[in-house]
């Protein structure tokens, strides 16, 4: 029996070590803080099949099995596929990828049947059977309706009850790679060799990759998402959205009272303007939303130089180093795959997976 060590319980760490014990591993997880407060912590991810890479798209269905087996495995809801809505210029684009990977996917011409609180409030009378106002108000766009929202809580409890006691309350100040050819992690309290050690560390990964010889090139940023209320309750039905125009993202909080929008990435000394930013634009976009946030997430984003959507795994011994941005939805097909015993050749830094457009410069 193989044994692995963990480091990190963000998504990838808990899929990877779940992945692993499941193909019969001992698995141990080292975490220096909470279990899902780093990068995958808040309540909400989007789950979208529409990327740039054809790539992603095929992972992105791979995952989407995986978070239908978790939630048979574990008991709990922790997908709701109530739709994904791309507005804007990337629209046409992301059509032909999905249509050539068979995705169901359309263009719409009235995305507000699946975002009501995208349309113009309108007057009692003018309100059709969606809710949303009908006519020259009507907003075009491409509808993935098997993708939607991630319950990111109830997955990172879910897997870390399972997990239990493997998970161990550590920080990881280095991996070295050992002449024997298995993998020592010096953590806080303990000094221990595994057969492997997968680093799903986030924001931690490059550093701890540099101790072990390995330069990852990552282009850290700050990004602020805030939480407004619907203005009319709950909705029965919310599509998550993305605005290629905009640059921006929205998804349904539990219970559909409440949306979370997110524009770009930024510096540290910039968070304040781009949560203004956001307001603004929930403001010009989003009249069913109320205008004063009422929750925000603040987070580090990590993203590799071929894409905003980039993942990759670098591996020396038994060492794996994985890096990457927007890695949630990806996780059960992820963890899958680093917990294999050789990496698939595709997450390979060289095949620069998910290549596609980048953010650029942080901006204010
Ligand atoms: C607001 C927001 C919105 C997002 N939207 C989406 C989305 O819609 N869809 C999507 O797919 N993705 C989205 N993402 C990105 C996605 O959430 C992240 O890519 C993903 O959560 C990264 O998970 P991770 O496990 O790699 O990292 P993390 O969750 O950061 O986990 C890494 C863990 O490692 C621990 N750690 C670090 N160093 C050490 C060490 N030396 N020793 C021990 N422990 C260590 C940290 O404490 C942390 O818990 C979003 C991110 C944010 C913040």
New binding site residues.
């Given amino acids: 029996m193989s044994d692995i060590g963990v ?9 990877t070590a779940y992945a692993a014990r499941a193909r019969g591993a001992t698995v141990t997880v ?13 309540d ?5 099949h529409a990327h740039a890479d054809p790539r992603l798209v095929a992972l992105a269905v791979e995952a989407k099995e995986g978070w239908r087996a978790w939630e048979a495995e574990l008991g709990t809801e922790l997908l709701v596929c109530d739709g994904v809505v791309v507005l804007g210029p990337a629209a046409g684009d992301r059509l032909g990828v999905l249509e050539d990977a068979g995705i169901d996917a359309r263009l719409v011409d009235d995305a507000t049947d699946w975002l009501p609180i995208l349309a113009p409030r309108a007057a009692p009378s003018a309100v059709g059977s969606s809710g949303a106002a009908a006519g020259p108000d009507a907003i075009s766009g491409l509808v993935d309706p098997g993708g939607g929202v ?1 319950r ?1 809580r109830a997955a990172v409890a879910a897997l870390a009850r399972s997990l239990g006691e493997a998970i161990v309350a ?4 280095a991996v070295r790679l050992l002449p024997s050819g298995r993998v020592e992690v010096r ?1 806080g309290g303990v000094t221990v060799e595994h057969d492997r050690v997968v680093v ?6 490059p ?2 990759a540099r101790g072990a010889g390995l330069d990852i090139a990552v282009r850290e940023s700050v ?3 805030l939480t407004f209320a619907l203005r009319d309750g709950p909705a029965p039905r919310l599509a ?1 959205v993305l605005d290629t125009e905009a640059g921006a ?1 929205g ?1 349904p909080l539990p219970g559909n009272a409440h949306y ?1 929008i ?1 524009i770009g990435d930024t510096d540290q000394p910039g968070l304040a303007a781009e949560a203004e930013r956001t307001v603004e634009y929930v403001a010009r976009r989003f009249p069913g939303l109320e205008p004063e946030p009422v929750g925000v ?6 993203e590799l130089p071929w894409g905003h959507d980039g993942i990759g795994v670098w591996e020396a011994g038994g060492a794996s180093f ?10 059960p097909a992820l963890g899958a795959a680093l917990a294999a015993d050789t990496l698939r050749v595709d997450l390979r830094p060289t095949a620069q997976f998910g290549a596609g457009p980048s953010r650029g410069a942080p901006r204010r």
């Fill in positions: 480091v990190g319980a963000g998504i990838v760490g808990l899929a080292y975490e220096r803080g909470v279990p899902g407060n780093g990068q995958s912590g808040g909400s991810r989007i789950f979208r991630i990111t550590d920080e990881v100040l953590a799903c560390a986030g924001r931690g990964t550093d701890l990004h602020v998402r998550c993202y998804d979370a997110g997430r603040h987070c580090w984003v990590t994985v890096a990457g941005n927007n890695l949630f939805k990806h996780a």
